[in-house]
């Protein structure tokens, strides 16, 4: 199927959004629309967990950081071949209902575009490029591209920064199911008028299964710090990138954890956005009569 012709899909789930000093949850409302393969329940109201701030990295002080996982090591999973091709980064806008900006639109993802997670509902990474006041759309498909879960709502943020979507936050977004891929859309809605005027970017997701022992072993782990490594040991970028934003949460001065960040995204080649920070935003639903 061609990549979303009219780009008119997507909706989004629910941000996370913080402050650069602000640590703590806020409560989004959501509303589920009508999606063209079927009807999604109304969400109740989600919590938003995650904050917090990017910090520079420090000059050399003798410490060393952790070993970082490779570009390879999270590109070793690719899309499927009858899929619809990820796109990492959304194209640039025409006229004035979007501000052009020196870097696009930006999802967190690897290269390959196609990212594992053991999570049932995992959590999405964006860069917005400039403050923000539009409709949004997030839309999860199948791999045949059926959509299974749609919402659309208007976003409204204060300055460029990353933002994040939880299908966690909503009790009626579906589950992911083992060993199956899944495509998502995120597309700002520039122009109510022109749907040639929106940005997208799209990826995928697998959900896998954990062997026994390294379920045990991650259960076993005293701290979200020796999960990076087992997260990182079996390529689960989703896991990993919400983990080591959460660590930044707690720590958010901690110069080791700004150099995973940015190492991280340095090894998928999104150095460019990895000082950036996330941003508060305001989301009202959008309901289509």
């Known amino acids: 199927m061609a990549l979303k012709s009219a780009l008119n899909i997507g909706a989004l789930s629910l941000i996370l959004s913080l402050e650069a000093v602000a640590a703590g949850s806020f409560l989004i409302p959501a509303e589920a629309l009508n999606s063209r393969a079927n009807i999604v329940p109304r969400p109740s109201r989600p919590q938003l967990p995650l904050n917090w701030q990017t910090v520079q990295p420090p000059e050399s002080s003798g410490s060393r950081p952790n070993i970082q996982p490779t570009g390879s ?94 299908l966690g936050s909503d009790d009626n977004s579906p589950a992911l199911e083992v060993g199956k891929n899944y495509q998502w859309y995120f597309t700002i809605k520039c122009n109510p008028k022109n749907t040639t005027d929106d940005v997208l970017v799209s990826g995928w997701i697998n959900r896998t299964a954990l062997a026994p022992t390294v379920k045990t072993e991650l259960e076993r782990s005293p701290d ?14 989703y896991e990993y990138l919400a983990t080591l934003a959460q660590l930044r949460i707690e720590s958010p001065s901690d110069a080791n954890l700004a150099i995973k960040w940015s190492a991280l995204l340095n090894s998928v080649e999104l150095g460019k956005i990895s000082q950036e920070p996330l941003v508060a935003s305001e989301l009202t639903p959008i309901t289509r009569k």
């Open 224 to 237: 979200d710090r020796t999960k990076l490594s087992i997260f990182a040991q079996q390529r689960l970028w």
């Open 73 to 166: 090591t999270w590109n070793s999973f690719q899309p499927p071949e009858d899929g619809v091709p990820g796109r990492r980064e959304g194209g640039g806008t025409r006229g004035l209902e979007c501000p052009t900006a020196t870097t696009a639109l930006t999802a967190l993802i690897p290269q390959s575009t196609m990212g594992q997670t053991i999570s049932a509902k995992p959590t999405f990474f964006y860069y917005l490029p400039v403050p923000l006041d539009k409709t949004v759309q997030f839309e999860l498909a199948d791999q045949r591209d059926k959509t299974v879960y749609k919402k659309s709502f208007r976003m409204v943020t204060s300055r460029a920064g990353i933002v994040s979507v939880s």
